[in-house]
């Protein structure tokens, strides 16, 4: 049987791995937000919400282990929220 | 002669995640809306924000990292063919989520308790960005709120199917509805800093 298995299985340890680094990050994203960073605040807050998502993404959503296909089709479906997002304050900022 | 039936997770999984990509461009509106608005008048979304319970709002995100841990696990837990691990998992899941409702319920009547909604004379006579920053604060979380009550139904559901002893593409069930569980997770995790920690 030359069958490969479609799905990875990921051990307890590897996701109760994940979860303490996601408090861990939520209590990090807190503190910073107490800490009078200005308008630098606002790209902490956002980098660090990015760093949990990239982790449930890659790890509880098994991204990570998924073939090209699912990978480029993500990529395909954040790059275009990016650029609605990019094009829409272009025109808002510089109005 | 039998033939064993025909599973395509791989497919299963595009069609759920096609499915996902939609739900990141409705929440990505929403936020886009924030966006905007925030740099518009950022001294009200301030103010605005800063009246949220940042108390309830951390102990929502810690529910929802909690749940998105124990779906995963009861993903991997079916996989090994450990099915009351699976259906415990799921019990703790389905358990967070009702937590999660009742403590944004809570949050919902305090706020309305204090005349703040869409509409409301408080919100009417101050400035415009408060009343903005609301209007989208109970779209954004009133959305993700269904999202939470139909993702915990749907968890319910499964869990009853496994117990019964399902088995045709049980995994690919949970680990679908398991998807759309993480997405609830991951939308909260952006709602978070945006409306609950902003300066």
Redesign the interface.
Known sequence: MSEQR??H????GT??L??VL??LL?GT??AV?RV?LGAL??WA??G??CL??AL??G???HMRY??R??RL??LT??V??AI??GL??FD??YR | MSLAPHRDEAGDRLGMWLFLFTELLLFGGLFLLYGVYLARTPEDFIRAGGELDLVLGTANTVLLITSSLTVAVAVSALQKGARSLTLGMLGITVLCALIFLVNKGFEWRAKIDHDIYPGSKRLLAGEGGESVFYSLYYLTTGLHALHVLLGAALLGWVGFRIRGGRRDGEGAVLENVGLYWHLVDLVWIFIFPLYYLIL
């Open positions: 479609q799905t299985i990921i051990g307890y996701l109760v994940v979860w996601l408090l939520t994203t807190i937000s009078d605040h606002v807050a956002l660090i919400a949990k998502a449930v993404i790890i509880f959503m998924e073939g296909l699912l089709s993500l479906a954040l275009t929220l609605f997002i829409t304050f808002v900022l």
